[in-house]
């Protein structure tokens, strides 16, 4: 089965210093897609970005980006000139995309931003 | 922005009692799921519903759970005879076909469950 594991509870930066966070899966698949969602207190969790697991190139989005590490199957991710917004809980999730739809989450790492 | 909500945002129910947990999909998704968050664990996956049947389940999805999409908008998780431990963050999603469509959640129904 796989498993994602977030190992940092809780992390904070300063504001426009850059934070990574980190996750780590298993799986015995070659194909899948990785995830990092934003879940900012009471509101819906959002995707940040999305890797596929045969695309070697890292993704990125604006200030979002991504250290994919498929051997040593990991998958950080990089926040740059942090905001006041981006304070929330990061959630790393795995998808198969052979086998079902449903995704594995990591346990959350809450990001305080400091002004 | 298209959302999935969800309501209520808290629900506190007597052990033992019946709780519903109401979700509105995004209108045009055809994949429905519910997962479930107990403070300080995992997000876990409970149940994905496709063409108005139950298309995969876990292990935590016993005959105390049950889904339904009552009107063709809502999604409901019903939960029989609470117990202690099913107080958790509950969370609806819904997406599209397809392995490469995004799922979009909701914000969550705490449920306390004393």
């Known amino acids: 089965a796989q498993t994602v594991t977030q190992s940092q509870p809780e992390m904070s930066v300063q504001e426009a210093e850059t934070v990574t966070l980190s996750c780590t899966y298993d799986?015995?698949?070659?194909?899948?897609?990785l995830f990092w969602y934003k879940q900012p207190p009471s509101r819906q969790m959002i995707l940040v970005i999305r890797?596929?697991?045969?695309?070697?190139q890292n993704a990125t989005e604006n200030r979002f980006s991504v250290n994919f590490q498929k051997a040593a199957k990991s998958f950080s991710l990089k926040i740059s000139d942090s905001q006041l917004g981006d304070a929330a809980m990061y959630f790393c999730?795995?998808?198969?995309?052979?086998?079902?739809?449903?995704?594995?989450f990591g346990t959350g790492t809450s990001l305080t931003v400091i002004p | 922005e298209p959302e999935v909500t969800q309501t209520p945002s808290h629900q506190v129910t007597q052990m033992g009692q019946e709780v519903i947990l109401r979700c509105v999909p995004i209108?045009?998704?055809?994949?429905f799921y519910w997962y479930r968050q107990i403070l300080g664990q995992k997000v876990e996956f409970l149940v994905s519903?496709?063409?108005?049947?139950?298309?995969?389940k876990s292990e935590i999805f016993d005959d105390q759970f049950s889904v339904e999409r009552p009107d063709g908008s809502n999604f409901t998780l019903k939960i029989r005879s609470t117990k202690l431990e099913d107080s958790a963050m509950y969370f609806c999603?819904?997406?599209?076909?397809?392995?490469?469509?995004?799922?979009?959640f909701g914000q969550g129904t705490r449920l306390t469950v004393v």
């Open positions: 209108s045009n998704h055809l994949y």
């Open positions: 519903f496709y063409n108005n049947e139950i298309s995969e």
């Open positions: 999730a795995y998808r198969s995309v052979n086998t079902g739809n449903q995704f594995y």
């Open positions: 890797q596929e697991a045969y695309k070697q």
């Open positions: 799986t015995s698949e070659s194909d899948y897609y």
């Open positions: 999603a819904s997406k599209n076909p397809g392995t490469e469509a995004e799922a979009f």
